[in-house]
């Protein structure tokens, strides 16, 4: 018999998050800070607009190394 047990998910809001990008430390704007928290973070890191725009899907990453 499997049993699930229940996870409570943490609810997190704009004031919990970091004030800087974690990858490159510019200021996060709340904009980013939003879409941090509606979309998730990627990479599991909350990152500005520029930093999130370079972040690549790992299976976009392994096609690119099959084709060398």
């Known amino acids: 018999?499997?049993?699930?047990?229940?996870?409570?998910?943490?609810?997190?809001?704009?004031?919990?998050?970091?004030?800087?990008?974690?990858?490159?430390?510019?200021?996060?704007t709340d904009a980013e800070k939003r879409t941090a928290l509606t979309e998730g973070p990627p990479s599991g890191l909350v990152l500005c607009t520029t930093c999130a725009a370079e972040v690549v899907p790992v299976e976009e990453?392994?096609?690119?190394?099959?084709?060398?």
């Open 1 to 28: 018999m499997n049993t699930l047990e229940s996870v409570e998910l943490e609810e997190r809001t704009i004031e919990q998050l970091p004030d800087r990008c974690q990858n490159c430390g510019a200021k996060l």
């Open 61 to 68: 990453d392994e096609e690119a190394e099959a084709d060398l």
